[in-house]
């Protein structure tokens, strides 16, 4: 009987949650608590100038839903986008605090505010600061979520700060580096399959489209993409994203205008166990 209502409460959490399980940004609810999740996605990018050379990453990442209210997030990234040789690059530490949450029968708002923390010994390329294997640094940010019936609209707001050694320096570089930035992000996800829920072995089936911009303090550039992906879940644990992110305008310096993103979660369900009173 207790695994049975314990299902029960999943399929009924999951099917409000499904849509708003973003592939480029976090939404302000959390993953299930006392959850372990363990993810590898990958991006790719195609032969472009200067490098004229295919380059991939590859990101190895573990998430703890440590309560309804907490979860953190810990990953690596190896690629070869920043040299020749393909190696490990980066390590970073991410966690979210949901402090809002407001719930009815097919609807709830939640607002959630997190923080990140990343090293990277990739050498300083570009004017756009990403901490997904690219910049040493560390940004906060601030999320808010609404979910009504199966379309699910999140806006992330964050501050980014690169932590690279040459701020320090009295090294003149023209045109000046970027270390501070302004992240923006608007998604949103519609749940297309199934129709009506009646098994948590359902294949669901969740397109999105994402927003995603960012603006520097330090000097005039900006970038905005748009970042369209599909997402298909199975058994209610296993998470297969296929998504693909491409420039609208902006006038930074990047590594590439288009990438595709692919990637493979599954989560374990009640891995942490509750402390006994």
Sequence with gaps: MKQILFAFLFLHS????AQELYV???????MPARSISAKLSANYIGKKAPSNRFMQRYTPE???G??????VHAGATFADMHTNNFRWESVYLYAKYRFLSSDDLHSHFRMAVFGEAAYSRSPFHFDELSFQGDKSGAQLGIIAT??????????TVSH?????????????????????????????????????YTDYRQTNLNLYTELLAQQSLDRKAY???????????FNSNTKLNLGYRFQLGGDMQRMTKD????????????ALKKKRK
């Design 223 to 233: 970038y905005i993409d748009l970042a369209p992906a599909v997402q298909l879940i």
């Design 160 to 196: 980014l700060q690169s932590l690279d050694g040459s701020r320090n320096d009295k090294t003149i570089y023209t045109p000046s580096r970027i270390y501070q930035a302004m992240n923006y992000s608007l998604s949103a996800g519609y749940l297309l399959l199934p129709f009506h």
């Design 62 to 64: 573990v998430m703890f």
């Design 146 to 155: 609404q979910l009504w019936n199966k379309l699910a609209v999140s806006a």
């Design 24 to 30: 480029y940004t976090e939404p302000a609810s959390n």
């Design 259 to 270: 990438s595709w993103l692919i990637s493979l979660e599954r989560t374990f369900l009640n």
């Design 14 to 17: 999951f099917a409000a949650d």
């Design 66 to 71: 440590l309560n309804k209210n907490w979860m």
